[in-house]
């Protein structure tokens, strides 16, 4: 971390700085130039609060030099994590599709989409229980009755499931869910964050609606923080002023995400475009960047769904859409797959 | 409601919507084109979904005439709401300052600040007791102790006071505060607001880090769906590229609320610059525009506050900042007061 | 183009307007619902002004309906734009790289990396002769006799050449330049999009800083009204609040442009990243969805380069990405060439 | 400026940096860390290229400490820039309304409209000539002949006349006008400003619609640089995805600017809200904050404006808005009259 004082600050009060600093156990390094005055902090800066530093009277400006985030930093961890989801494994070089309906509507709906998707090739079941809506008169989700659906399917087609949670005490429904979801508009839950900590879940943190990347890796810290290291993280859009599409989906973050964190990152192209006809380009183009998997909105009757229908692909769609990954994975795996 | 047909539709598949529209209870008026038929959708269409209706494979467009809110909405409540909390008036024509610590820290810190912004002006306190924070390592505030620092402060000024929630779980613990906050983070978590809908407390609802007004009001409708009607909502600065402030305050928010609604809006000008010296200008800009209220940060010593202490005032600052936003609120009462 | 009047209007100014639209050549519809009635138009609605007819006091909301744009629009000219560039074919199937430094620097530089772009399968050589700088104090190009030198390195390898124009005063500097490129920063400098209308040149148009995509089309279409139709779309991110990445690269971009318009449509990974480490992965992205070409910034000696030295890849790191973008290329051939 | 070094970088190429910096005339201080080495640059830094600097393979990070904007800066010239504009002063204390329609359309209108609006306290008058369209199909000004109209306006009125440049081509015509403005999308045309720099016009320098505070004041430098000082900045609102408002109007730049800049920062409500019913509140905002004038449209028949109506004021609304701004003024006049 890098403090740079003001001109002419006061000897005394930047004692009284420094003197500080070494007490929160970091070595300070002193550059004075003929104007300015600036520090060097050594060690464990993660814990000295730069707001704190940068309110006091005689600083000009504080800058990170090395990040906030310590669980999920690649510098700490080198290797690719790779996750185990009840036999599906995703991260260095695993690579999974999540595929399923936005919302969980019917046993007949959910038997039909998960057979076809798994013959498709996807390794994963989602499908939304607890809709987080923005209207309070929209449809909510069919809630723990969804849940029971979703296991149904799992026990059909024996695909591990993926569902959102929006509320800490909901936890107990979620017993025999393999991976919990936390969607863009709790990303910065902290207290629902903390509590999926002390579980042993794969958790699923999508890209708040307008985060940062570094405020996402933030989010994983605080899950991983608690003793729960199973983190995907998923780049699903972020909002712009660009109207065509709902939002802009920043592929870029896939080979920076690769940069700073271990964690496997996946992509929706579904929620980020919000127009199936870009999820073919855009599923491919995640594959090609060298995303770790999907997560792809797929409705046995996109015409009837109850939410977010114009961004699902039939069955048949899905079917090719999976093809065309797949044959981009053929031609990048060696590219992104550490263990080749 | 304008539902804008594609070319060509098949007369089947339009018939078919008009006949399910109906079943939802609105008017549908149509108009054919040489191209393309619009229709109209005229009746109680806030419960109709809007991306359910867009992802028909017969629809181009769909576009809200009417808002979505209702129980927020000015159309159907005319009349300024005017909330009483505690004693203290804001909305109508009434101006409230809130103002107090980003964190409450100690009994004396929130004796001595209290008794300062009161002299000053300032009709309610403000104190973080739980924190959000970007980083797990950051400090999270006192929680339950300090609740209990604000209330002393309370008996001591008979002040009303305003702390922010962060888990529903907690509402036992707010049993006696006057304003329960949302933070930005929290403005979609909806499971809270579902909650809070439940309560009669005053509820202060923060826009989003990065949430159109449209966003803010339907999460107000979250808490009026519920039944709780006692709402003050609260611009805080939006997330832009500008750098040199810490979010962009968005000003024009308050005639265009006040438009839109008839819920108080107050303006937080020490969260939406990040800079204590911003403070005072913006203030005044926000009084000059209308705002109903204020929220100011104020510490009794910035340069040791734990956290947000480059956007603090001291308590003779806030005594100057509250003297010119009055001598504001003075010319241009007239102008924003409905009963004069 | 719908125009969704007020309710209560009166009859006359109603009236007014239907006649005032009519003289405009355009045909009304009207649709009269309880309390609001909605006019559509049909005809040529380019011509009319959405500002002009919505500032009008009976009018609530314009929405547009058709496009503003027309020689762009892929109604109106259904097949793929394809470009010639001195024998280099551009659109519709046909994929073309440009590469080259940022900067024109010397005429050795320019052989040595003109010989190895080309040998690793680059089809059109770039360098800036006139440079865009933020500050006035930083170097702003070699200007005439980077052009020189430009065309010194076309008659060395036969390669077509790119640079960009900022002054349409300079376009007899042009005359043997084959690709003039119009920077992000003069996306909307109109009247030199007019100057460039007027000549037969194919011009590079790059997205705005933070443009969207309308704006881009129209001002593809401030060219083609002038009788220019050579125009290559380029994106090459958008402004956004991360800033681990210089741009936010939009890759949605290229199919949703793809849908809206004939033109052909090439992305820059370089300026939209502004690391030299992510042009890799982000240009078989782009492969992937569909772009029709890449332009990537390629430094003999990237460490010495007079700007943007950070996105720069070597000519041996430039014959990896090209491989690779080949190999992406033979996958989706098939998918984005109409002709297959 | 400070340069972060990459840990273990080689030491012959930190010497080489260090060695090339000095070149470049500014002294280096070395804090050597643990881990990592800073390099303190203390000097002429302006000139130095932050993007070089950052590409060298040893550097992590470049953060500058002063502004690289020189002329404007308030570091180098304390007192508050005072612009005479035949006789009208602004800044410093001095106020001044600009008013008038967006487009001059008539004789009839502008003398109609100045004589109207110099009876209500504008000082100036503006009116569009040339006009920057989106569309190449809008109205795009009366161009020489609006010109003609607006001098035979301010013959009859004295106002000082303001209008926009879009081509230096044009600058003869521009020869009696008083104030030449530059629109948001020409603010980085650096070849325009370049022209300006060398006339000693008043130039009205409009934020860019995506711009960012240093930008504006970067290319107020490139006017500057070429001798020209006359420079006034216009905060005219920036591009967000809030759509209720046409731009967010950022406030909060008139007090940031007025510590960064001398020159005068004025406001134009008009243009950033898009919506002449929020004019009133945010011009009185704007002088709360401390702004030296505003830019209002004001147009004799607000619903035949041939562009941008929906946000003119009629003459008597303007009369109402001067009336209120100017009792504003008189409450905040002590406040930023450095004079007082």
Chains 1, 2, 3, 4 share one sequence.
């Not at 003197?19 to 800066?45: A, C, P, R």
Request: hydrophobic fraction near 40%; charged fraction near 25%; charge should be negative.
């Amino acid at each position: 971390m890098i403090v740079v004082l003001k001109p002419q600050s006061e000897q005394s009060q930047v004692e009284n700085l420094i003197n500080w600093l070494k007490e929160q156990n970091v070595d300070v390094h002193i550059s004075e130039g003929h104007f300015q005055t600036v520090l060097g902090l050594i060690g464990d800066t993660a814990k000295i609060d730069d707001d704190l530093v940068a309110s006091l009277e005689i600083v000009e400006t504080v800058k990170r030099v090395s990040e906030p985030f310590k669980s999920a930093n690649r510098k700490f961890h080198p290797d690719d994590s790779i996750i185990d989801i009840s036999g599906v494994k995703i991260g260095g070089g695993n690579f999974a599709i999540i595929a399923g309906p936005c919302s969980v509507e019917s046993e007949a709906q959910m038997i039909e989409v998960s057979t076809k998707v798994k013959a498709a090739g996807a390794k994963l079941l989602r499908g939304g229980a607890f809709k987080p809506r923005t209207s309070p008169y929209d449809f909510q989700g069919l809630k723990a009755e969804g849940i029971e659906l979703l296991l149904e399917a799992k026990k059909v087609t024996g695909m591990p499931i993926v569902t959102e949670i929006m509320n800490a005490n909901h936890l107990p429904l979620f017993e025999h869910v393999d991976v919990i979801q936390v969607g863009a508009r709790n990303m910065q839950n902290f207290e629902l964050l903390k509590e999926l900590g002390k579980t042993n879940k794969t958790i699923l943190l999508k890209r708040g609606l307008a985060s940062t990347l570094k405020e996402m890796l933030m989010s994983a810290e605080y899950i991983m923080a608690g003793g729960n290291e199973n983190v995907i993280l998923c780049e699903r859009g972020i909002r712009t002023y660009e109207t065509y599409t709902r939002n802009t989906l920043d592929l870029s973050a896939v080979p920076m995400l690769r940069e700073l964190t271990h964690l496997p990152i996946i992509v929706d192209p579904s929620h980020a475009t919000g127009l199936s006809r870009l999820v073919k380009p855009m599923a491919m183009a995640a594959a090609a960047c060298g995303a770790d998997g999907l997560m792809i909105e797929v409705h046995n009757n996109p015409k009837a769904a109850l939410c977010d229908g114009a961004q699902s692909l039939t069955p048949e769609q899905f079917a090719d859409v999976a093809k065309r990954v797949e044959a981009i994975r053929e031609v990048v795996k060696a590219e992104y797959d550490p263990t080749f």
